[in-house]
């Protein structure tokens, strides 16, 4: 191999040769990877020995740009000048994305991925596709690429994990083959593969932490999650909270609603709940309810899925009146899912609609004045909310009891003093109802039970 020290013997590292194994028994393989553990070495020699040995082989590599492509045949025509005489088969074409031996009609080929990288590329003896988590058009180039391997050849991705990303195509594919769901198996290879690399090693690395933690992770959660620099929520804490993780009861509302609204506990007499809802249209994204008590900031119910407003307003008028006519309120605005729920639940007469909030004081009051009822999602209104769910966590001040809603929550970053949000690709439903219900939780009273229906007329 090449290294800044020169040329030195390649490493049968422990994993190396133990994937040597899969690859030469399994046809589809996706790794998840640590960053510097020898695969790229590793695969460049795999690859150069499928062409040297096995007669019209076709071998493609899909790097993530030009020069990463140029790199990884390069790796291959690197280990191919090393060989001693009798084993160095005569190249024909040598390219910088292409190596041929023409006595045994085989070639290496390496291409950056572009929008057309792969089309019209049929008979692949095996194609690897390196750091797939950084391809741009990962999706376009694997629906061009599968079907043409798919009843004979080989295809191997690896990669380290984008961290500000959720909702990939590698992590699609590798959360897929963990659950049987296509055909790759799956490999995580973690930092600590190298014997080097102790804890004393990692905690010396001059960079951020941030970029540590993508680039060297120790498992898969690591790997997958947000870099846990930049979470807004206490991940040990989250973690924690995981032990309250309940199945819900059964309950008519379950089979109503096809499993979508679940019951934790059931009403109490005298005692108090509130209830918040993230509307959504039921198209691309999803409304979530959820209804805590009032006093220990338990959750009892929650609904989490994609309906027409419509519907969503009957399901949130069901569980205000089922929970002692708690208090409520929801995301509004002038339009959209916000303004049909709150038109809905006008008609509906809904009762104990919290009054509208005055955001403009810190901390926010009620606006008892204007009649309007719902909060609307502005900047500030994100900004305080976050911030009190971020405070009710830390202080175990609510108590969840579905694994979906300390899963969105681990996935909440924040960049700089910027507004917390959800990565790329990823939902923020239940965090938003979560961080909704809580600012709702300050105004009530919990004193007697009193059913407030709302005067509408202006």
Avoid at 278 to 288: A, I, N
Wanted: aromatic fraction near 10%; hydrophobic fraction near 35%; proline fraction near 4%.
């Amino acid at each position: 191999m090449r290294t800044q020290s020169g040329i030195i013997d390649w490493q049968p590292w422990r994993h190396l040769t133990e994937l040597l194994d899969v690859l030469a028994k399994e046809r589809f393989v996706i790794i998840l990877k640590a960053k510097q553990i020898g695969l790229t070495w590793m695969m460049a020699g795999a690859n150069l020995h499928q062409a040297m040995f096995s007669e019209g082989a076709n071998v493609l590599t899909l790097s993530k740009g030009q020069e990463e492509a140029t790199e990884a045949l390069d790796y291959s025509r690197f280990l191919h000048s090393q060989l001693p005489d009798f084993l160095r088969l005569r190249l024909g074409q040598d390219q910088a994305s292409l190596l041929t031996f023409p006595t045994i009609h085989s070639k290496l080929r390496a291409l950056p991925s572009t929008e057309d990288a792969g089309v019209g590329f049929g008979g692949a003896s095996r194609v690897v596709s390196d750091e797939f988590e950084y391809h741009k058009y990962a999706e376009k180039n694997y629906a061009e690429i599968y079907p043409s391997i798919e009843k004979s050849g080989q295809m191997v991705i690896l990669s380290t994990a984008d961290n500000e990303k959720q909702d990939t195509k590698f992590k699609q594919l590798y959360r897929d083959a963990k659950e049987g769901r296509n055909r790759f198996v799956p490999i995580f290879l973690p930092r600590n593969v190298l014997p080097e690399r102790t804890q004393e090693w990692y905690d010396s690395l001059d960079m951020s932490q941030a970029e540590k933690e993508c680039r060297y992770p120790l498992t898969e959660r690591d790997a997958l999650n947000v870099v846990q620099s930049r979470k807004f929520f206490d991940e040990n804490i989250i973690q924690q909270m995981h032990s309250n993780v309940w199945q819900p009861l059964e309950h008519e509302f379950q089979s109503k609603y096809d499993g979508m609204v679940r019951v934790y506990r059931l009403p109490s007499v005298g005692k108090r709940y509130c209830l918040y809802t993230d509307p959504s249209e039921g198209k691309e994204d999803y409304h979530c309810i959820m209804v805590i008590d009032a006093r220990t900031g338990e959750e009892v119910a929650e609904s989490h899925g994609k309906i027409p407003t419509d519907e969503l307003a009957v399901i949130h008028d069901e569980l205000v009146r089922f929970y002692n006519n708690c208090l409520n309120s929801w995301e509004s605005g002038p339009g959209g899912a916000g303004g049909i729920l709150t038109i809905k639940l006008k008609e509906m007469e809904t009762p104990n609609q919290c009054a509208s909030l005055d955001v403009s004081r810190r901390p926010f009051r009620l606006d008892t004045k204007s009649g309007k009822r719902g909060w609307w999602g502005s900047r500030s209104f994100r900004e305080v909310s976050y911030s009190r769910l971020e405070e009710a966590i830390r202080k175990r001040e609510i108590i969840l009891h579905s694994a979906e809603s300390l899963d969105e929550l681990s996935r909440i970053k924040q960049v700089g003093q910027g507004i917390p949000s959800k990565v790329r690709g990823g939902h923020d439903d239940y965090v938003d109802a979560c961080s909704g219900v809580m600012v709702l939780k300050d105004f009530v009273p919990l004193g007697e039970i009193r059913v407030q229906v709302f005067d509408w007329t202006d």
